[in-house]
Nanobody
């Protein structure tokens, strides 16, 4: 079982920046696809971005050009750099690990963007 611990959330004004981190325990990180999802109150959990083991990335249209996902396999950590934040980015952000048939989720970190 892989455990994920997110950090870096907080309260920021519109136009501000935050960097989320997600550290994975256990082995296999370098071979995983890592993703960030978010869930706003009363809404479903949506994919924000993911990065494959080979470094390919994908972004939701709503965050393209503002968010950047990256990974450091030596630190078993994936990052989400968020700039030009908007109030509609307010949500709980979850880290996701996928490798073969194993999927794990972090506990989530709150991001609140004030207008």
């Amino acid at each position: 079982q892989v455990q994920l611990v997110e950090s870096g959330g907080g309260l920021v004004q519109a136009g501000g920046s935050l960097r989320l981190s997600c550290r994975a325990s256990g082995s296999g990180f370098s071979g995983s696809t890592m993703g960030w999802y978010r869930q706003a109150p009363g809404k479903q959990r949506d994919l924000v971005s993911y990065i494959t083991s080979g470094g390919s990335t994908n972004y939701a249209d709503s965050v393209k050009g503002r968010f950047t996902i990256s990974r450091d396999n030596a630190k078993n950590t994936v990052y989400l750099q968020m700039v030009n934040l908007k109030p509609e980015d307010t949500a709980v952000y979850y880290c996701n690990y996928q490798r073969r048939l194993l999927t794990s989720w972090g506990q989530g970190t709150q991001v609140t963007v004030s207008s």
